[in-house]
Each structure stands twice: as C-alpha cells, then as structure tokens.
C-alpha cells in the first residue's frame, strides 16, 4: 500500500493547477522546488499543512512586525470589517483614514503634513514620481521630466517604479518600455577602495551626485533613494551622512528628495524612518510593506505643505492631482495601520528591538569568519552577509550554481526561512522574535551555509 498524498502535496497540486507565483519560475515548482501550503501564523512562526513549522527569518517579505495573526492587528481589522469595509475616499471619508494621517504626521519627520493612500509599494512609487513631475508643471517648469535614481536601487515593479530601479533581473526585458532615468552611483559601503571608510564612500559619492545634478538640475524633478539600505540590491548599506549630503545638494540644486522606505520604514534600521538618522525631511516619503504590521496592502505618500499648495486653483487649469486607485484608502486597511501604531506607542518597541539586533549581531560575529562569507554588515534589525569563494578575495559563485538557492533549501528543512537575495543571505525576522529563536535562526543558517558551500 502506498501512503495517501501529505496535505501540503494535495494543496501544492491543486495550487499549481492555476496560480500564478510572483518572482517564480514556475516550472522549478513541478519538479525540483515543492510550493509550502501555510495554514496559518503563529507569532514569528508559520505552520504548513502538514503542521511543519518554519521561523520566518525575513517577515515574509519584509512586511510583518509584530508576528504572524497578531490578535491585536486581527481585532481591529474584525472590528473595522464589521462596521465600514469599504467607501471611496473622493468626496467622503472616514475616521480610519483621517486619524491615520494625523497620526503618520504626527511621527513622521517634520514637515510632511500631506499624506494620500494607494494600495502597495509601487503605487505609492508612482505617486511620489507623478506629483514631483507635475508640481514642475504646475509651476511653469515643464521642461523637468527626468529622475535622478541610484545603481542597484529597486523601487517597485510597476513600469514606473521599474524605470527607476536598476536590478537587470526584473529590469532589462521591460527596458524598451521603460523611461530611462540618469543613474548616480550607488553609496554601498561595500565599494570601499583600500583605506576608505564607509563615511569616504559616502563623501565620494556625493561629489558624483553634484557632478549629475550640476549638469542635468535643470531638466531633473527629483533624486529617489531608498535611505540607509538597499533591500532588494542585496542589503547593500550607506552611512547617514550620505542622506543628509544628499538633501543638501538636492537644495541647492532646487530638485525633489523623494525617500523610498517602503521596506526600511517602521523601525527597520533601528529608527522608526530611516530619514530620522540623518535629521533631514525629504520632500516625499513613500510608505507600504510594515504600515500594517504586515497584515494588509495599504501604501502612502507623504510631502510637505509647499509641494500640496502647488497642486490648488481653479479646476478647469487641470491642477489637481487626479490620480486615484478604487482602494486608496481603505478602512480596513488604515485599521490594520493604526493598531501597529498603537503598539509602537504602548510598547518599547525600538529600544527591545536594540537589543535583540546585539543579540543577533553577536550571535553572526563567528559565522563571518566562516570560510565562505564575506561582508557581514548590519543596520539596526538588518543583518546580511555574502556567500563567497573566499573571503578574502570575495570573489562571488557563479550565479548559475545558485548558492543561495541551496542555502534556501537547507535552511527551509531546518525549520527556518531564509530567503537569499541571489547569494546574499539576511536577517530580517519579525520584532516579536526572542533570544532563543535567533540562536535557532543563526544555527540553521550556520548549516545553511555549510551545505551551500560545500
Ligand atoms: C518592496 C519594495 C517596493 C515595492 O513594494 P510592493 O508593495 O512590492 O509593490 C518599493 N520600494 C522598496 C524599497 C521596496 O522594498
């Protein structure tokens, strides 16, 4: 006798039978790579079908906080559901939306006074680049209709998003219908010559810039950045001084700072914002993945009084900003935010998080001299290294061996989800992890990595 199909098998079967996964190839489902049915969350856990666990060591992407079914985010969602699910945001509103935008000024950087609702990171990308083009317009300067965006950036991957970001795996098919955006060298503290620290990168870096914006200010609406670290470019790091260097020149140089901290937002880089170690506000700031604790889609942008005024006058001189999106603003999603506010609020949130991330820095400090890793780097709750050759030289793998996929497979057997952006493995657990389940996570990542490399 055979032994029936697993639950997960038949889940697995019947899923592949129509959806389509995102960033997949889906063919590598049907043979080598099995699809993971969860059931459901559990704090930092999530459980399969077969009621394997696995600690989710990236937040599933970055966006969950406090912990998978987090019963506080659930109730005010339950709560919001049950009394107004649902009414666009064009001629009414609601008090979730309202209250979420007081309270997202209120914390964010001062200044940003304005804030207007999409659905995900994307959206909100499309936003931040459609206003600072047409607050030029508005303003007589048509002639602006180029972007300032960073090598290695990822912004999104909507057409508009994907113009600026500068990963030739997501990128390079789309090219020839995408605008083309003048690319700034990228601050990565890695691209450190012999001798220079992080802080000389940045400096240099920042004269590259002023060279870009001498020539090219005048036909430039905004500089995009994702501050303090690129995520998907491979937690590549930059030092603060780079941010507020930035906003310095984008002043004098009279061009919009738009800061993507769609994923270092909401006390990734051990600020509530990113922006916040630099002491600069920038003239959009986009928002989404952790605004909901991770639970629902909700994206926003935020700017200043000065770039709204821009957009007021008689309707007919086609001024406002029409852009919309049936969803902008969703009360059940802006419920979802609020309660991870609340939490952020009630709980020491960040100064727990300071000590964990010692933790967790403490606990990689060995395997960075593993014989294969390079780079380990850290940024407040982001931790990452590099799978190399060796470390000295750190010469990369061929990408067609595909390390990090091996490391990934590994890991997932352990109980552990850690997912490498190519070779490059992270650490980006939810905040409600404790010490235990990071001495679990780097273990299964120390094995990990044994099995990649050998
Ligand atoms: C994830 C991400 C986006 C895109 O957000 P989606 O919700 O996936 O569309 C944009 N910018 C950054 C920095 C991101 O990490």
Partial sequence: MTDPPSRNAELAARDLAHVWHPCTQMREHASQLPLIPIVHGDGAWLVDADGKRYLDGISSWWSNLFGHA???????????AAKLNHVMLAGFTHEPALQLAEELTRIAPPGLTR?????????????????????????????RRRFVALANAYHGETLGALAVSDLPLYRAVYGPLLFEPLVAPSPDWLDAEPGESAADVARRRLADMRVLLECHAQETCAVIVEPLVQC?????????????GLRKLCDEFDVHLIADEIAVGFGRTGTLFAC??????????????GLTGGALPLSTVL??????????????????????HTFSGNPIACAAALAS?????????LARNRTLAAHLAR???????????????????IAA???????DSRRPYPAAERRGLRFYRRALEGGVLLRPLGDTVYFLPPYCIDEGDIDRMVDAARDAVDAATS
Wanted: with cysteine; charged share 20%.
């Fill in 70 to 80: 987090d019963t506080r985010i659930a109730s005010a969602i339950a709560e919001q």
């Fill in 363 to 381: 606990r990689l400090e060995p395997l960075g001299r593993h014989p294969h890793v390079a780079n380990l780097r850290q940024t407040g709750w």
């Fill in 232 to 244: 998907s470019g491979g937690m590549r790091m930059h030092v603060p001084a780079y941010l507020s």
């Fill in 303 to 324: 700017t200043t009084d000065e770039v709204y005024a821009a957009f007021l006058g008689d309707y007919a001189a086609n001024n406002a900003f029409l852009h919309s």
């Fill in 276 to 289: 916040e170690q630099a002491s600069i506000t920038p003239d959009f700031m986009c928002l989404s993945k």
């Fill in 385 to 391: 290294f590099d799978l190399v050759v060796d470390p």
């Fill in 341 to 349: 506010l609340a939490i952020f609020r009630d709980e020491p949130v």
């Fill in 115 to 143: 804030v207007s609702y999409a659905g995900d990171g994307a959206s909100a990308v499309e936003i931040a680049l459609k206003m600072s083009f047409h607050y030029w317009h508005n303003r007589g300067q048509s002639r």
